[in-house]
């Protein structure tokens, strides 16, 4: 058996989605961005424990029903999201749980099926240092140039895939890249952080679905895909 624990970096300010509440905090028929995203992994017995890195100072956590489930952890989280994942990391380094895996989730990702955590769970062999959930391109994907917006050429997509999350890792792999001298280098996921110290990962298919909570728009389409997943009580 693969156990686990989890980190969820709830502690972001979500500038992109420009609205009053952070947007791990918005309610989908009663419940919130956030614990739709992490009801999912406690499906699954493997999952031992769940860290919730949230804001310093945050009042909105304290409404969160979720916080009762013995699983569930709340600690301040960091300036950044890789100061949050570093905090999650010691966290359990501290803990007296026996674990072999972190599994990293973001906060705002709700439509997270349970087949897609199975199916992460399956992927984990001992010749890879980690597993990323995500699906290939099916789009033509450009590069432009930074000015202007300047097409410079076409990628060839069948190499090309969309990282999702959750992402899972050994424990040792995490933890020796989650440390203090890496926080100051910008990784938009814990997958680049460990490439970058030559960790040797893998991509395994999920759901398209499984989108994230980046823009207001988003919430209409988030609340479809939930209500057809049957996860919506009305």
Same mark, same amino acid.
């Given at each position: 058996?693969?156990?686990?624990v %989890?980190?969820?970096? %709830?502690?972001?300010?979500?500038?992109?989605?420009?609205?009053?509440?952070?947007?791990?905090?918005?309610?989908?028929?009663?419940?919130?961005?956030?614990?739709?995203?992490? !009801?999912? &992994?406690?499906?699954?017995?493997?999952?031992?424990?769940?860290?919730?890195?949230?804001?310093?100072e945050?009042?909105?956590? +304290?409404?969160?029903?979720? !916080? #009762?489930?013995? +699983?569930i952890?709340?600690?301040?989280?960091?300036?950044?999201?890789?100061d949050s994942?570093? +905090?999650?990391?010691?966290f359990?380094?501290?803990?007296?749980?026996?674990?072999?895996?972190?599994?990293?989730?973001? %906060?705002a990702?709700?439509?997270?099926?349970?087949?897609?955590?199975?199916?992460?769970? #399956?992927?984990?062999d001992?010749?890879?240092?980690?597993?990323?959930?995500?699906?290939?391109?099916s #789009?033509?994907?450009?590069?432009?140039?930074?000015?202007?917006s300047?097409?410079?050429?076409?990628?060839?997509?069948?190499?090309?895939?969309?990282?999702?999350?959750?992402?899972?890792?050994r424990? *040792?792999v995490l933890?020796?890249? %989650?440390?203090?001298?890496?926080?100051?280098k910008?990784?938009?996921?814990?997958?680049?952080?460990? *490439?970058?110290?030559?960790?040797?990962l893998?991509?395994?298919?999920?759901? *398209? #679905?499984?989108? +994230?909570?980046?823009?207001?728009?988003? &919430?209409? /389409?988030?609340?479809?895909? /939930?209500?057809?997943?049957?996860?919506?009580?009305?």
């Amino acid at each position: 058996m693969n156990n686990f624990v %989890a980190i969820i970096p %709830a502690a972001g300010d979500s500038s992109r989605y420009s609205g009053e509440i952070p947007k791990q905090f918005l309610r989908v028929d009663g419940r919130t961005v956030l614990e739709l995203s992490i !009801k999912p &992994l406690l499906d699954f017995s493997e999952c031992l424990g769940v860290c919730v890195l949230v804001p310093p100072e945050d009042q909105y956590h +304290k409404a969160l029903e979720i !916080k #009762d489930n013995p +699983k569930i952890f709340l600690a301040e989280g960091g300036t950044s999201r890789i100061d949050s994942v570093a +905090k999650g990391v010691k966290f359990w380094q501290q803990s007296e749980l026996s674990y072999d895996y972190i599994l990293i989730h973001d %906060a705002a990702r709700p439509c997270l099926r349970s087949s897609d955590v199975q199916q992460l769970l #399956d992927s984990i062999d001992s010749e890879v240092d980690g597993v990323v959930l995500g699906i290939p391109c099916s #789009d033509t994907i450009k590069k432009v140039s930074a000015k202007g917006s300047l097409i410079l050429n076409t990628l060839d997509r069948s190499k090309l895939w969309r990282a999702f999350t959750p992402q899972i890792f050994r424990k *040792e792999v995490l933890q020796k890249n %989650a440390l203090e001298e890496n926080i100051e280098k910008e990784f938009t996921d814990e997958a680049s952080l460990v *490439e970058a110290n030559g960790g040797k990962l893998k991509m395994v298919k999920g759901f *398209e #679905d499984n989108i +994230k909570l980046t823009f207001p728009e988003d &919430l209409g /389409l988030i609340k479809s895909i /939930l209500s057809s997943q049957g996860r919506l009580e009305s």
